[in-house]
């Protein structure tokens, strides 16, 4: 069972129903571009609020994640919302792409990537946005300042700062963000050092 299974069993809104911010800036984009058919993979949806709102904005959506829990509460939330998404079950390193993106999404979820396979998993993610697209990407990164509430592996296997830049070098970068993030999710006061990027695909 995935870790997060029991979490989403217990509670389908465990990460709150509040859109992220990072959603909001991809919405703004696309509906500026005004192209029609704009397609969105969110990578680690959880229990889809991004995807959700992603879908309500007339995009379509792809979503993914880990979760069979997670896959099945956002599943019945699009009965609830009467949408459409392409939801479906699967680790990041194993999903096979069958199309580009104009829009490829991922928040708090590729530092559970292990450090060995980033280099291959950011390249499939760029050859497969679309000219023009965007990847929004946020992860947690290490700092000796914060204190992380991890195993030593995990603590390991996070990015280091500016890690993000570096996969992207090749790319117009649009924004680029390093700061503490406090948390709540297990109950338990923390935080965490988060970095985030958005990059434009040129060429």
Same mark, same amino acid.
């Given at each position: 069972?995935?870790?997060?299974?029991?979490?989403? /069993?217990?509670n389908d809104n465990f990460w709150g129903t509040e859109i992220s911010n990072a959603a909001k800036e991809v919405a703004l984009y696309l509906n500026k571009r005004g192209n029609v058919n704009q397609s969105i993979l969110e990578v680690g949806c959880g229990e889809g609020r991004d995807s959700i709102f992603f879908a309500h904005q007339g995009f379509a959506v792809t979503a993914i994640d880990s979760s069979k829990e997670g896959i099945k509460v956002l599943q019945k939330k699009m009965l609830t919302h009467n949408i459409q998404i392409n939801a479906f079950i699967s680790n990041v390193e194993d999903y096979i792409f069958d /199309?580009?993106?104009d829009v490829i999404f991922s928040i708090g979820t590729l530092h559970y990537v292990d450090v060995s396979a980033r280099e291959n998993l950011f390249r499939r993610f760029k050859t497969h946005t679309k000219i023009g697209g965007i990847n929004v990407i946020s992860v947690f990164c290490k700092k000796p300042f914060v204190e992380e509430m991890r195993s030593k592996k995990e603590i390991d296997n996070l990015f280091e700062s500016g890690e993000l830049m570096y996969y992207y070098r090749d790319w117009e970068i649009l924004h680029v963000e390093e700061k503490i993030k406090e948390c709540n999710s297990n109950g338990i006061p923390h935080r965490h050092v988060k970095d985030s990027l958005i990059a434009k695909r040129t060429l």
């Open positions: 069972m995935n870790a997060y299974d029991t979490l989403y /069993q217990k /199309q580009e993106f």
